[in-house]
């Protein structure tokens, strides 16, 4: 029976490839009359990806004259080993007698300015203007500038006043139309002065009556600044 095996296995292992032919690879059966093994399972190419294998979870040999400083390195990273829960403390790379730098000391400030990032400084501001409604009239203010207009109820020198009735807010680049007026937005100004404008002479006349009236008048304007 055995000889008819070792035929049977003779002749199917004739037909297949020299790389595919478990007789050329010299590879030992495990059992003689066990199951008759893949032909591709025993392939050279399956034989050297294990070997590849095999090298690769095998350590490199550290050479003598590094042992010294591996150990140690080793006996250092033993001394620094924690639970695997716990977070990094500052203790474990700064020696015990290490003293921080007080606050205000020019150690404080040189560690500051070398390890903080540095502050840009801020972008140009882009001009702006607005269009705003004082009475019945309507003014274009610009920020540093003066407004000259009537007289508003209660505000004296000195006193801050707020323009809440903004048509539009603009700038070079973009402009702001309200409908009618433009939300969140007001005018803040500062008035400066309080005058009198020149006298106007109201003349009045009603024919047939004898009614001649002459009456003078001067209009209250104030500056303020925005």
């Known amino acids: 029976m055995a000889s008819a095996f070792s035929a049977t296995l003779a002749f199917s292992c004739a037909t297949l490839k020299p790389n595919q032919n478990p007789l050329s690879l010299n590879a030992p059966l495990s059992k003689p009359f066990s199951s008759f093994a893949s032909p591709l399972s025993l392939s050279p190419l ?29 006996d250092e990273f033993e001394e620094f080993k924690r639970p695997p829960n716990q977070k990094p403390q500052l203790s474990d790379i700064l020696p015990e007698d290490f003293q921080p730098p007080e606050p205000g000391s020019p150690e404080y400030e040189a560690i500051l300015e070398k390890y903080l990032p540095k502050r840009q400084p801020p972008p140009p501001r882009e001009e702006i203007f607005a269009v705003v409604v004082v009475g019945s009239r309507q003014y274009i203010v610009i920020p540093g500038r003066w407004i000259y207009t009537q007289r508003l109820k209660g505000a004296n020198v ?34 400066e002065e309080q005058l009198l404008d020149d006298k106007v002479i109201v003349f009045k006349y009603k024919k047939k009556k ?3 009236r002459n009456i003078g008048h001067r209009q209250c304007h104030l500056f303020a600044e925005v």
């Open 46 to 74: 399956r034989l050297s990806l294990f070997t590849v294998a095999a090298k690769r979870r095998r350590l490199p040999e550290i050479p003598d004259e590094l042992k010294d400083e591996y150990e140690k390195m080793r």
């Open 158 to 191: 000195n006193d801050k006043i707020v323009l809440n009735k903004v048509l539009l807010v603009g700038t070079k680049s973009s402009t702001y139309i309200g409908m009618p007026i433009v939300t969140n937005a007001a005018v803040h100004a500062v008035v």
């Open 210 to 212: 004898n009614y001649r």
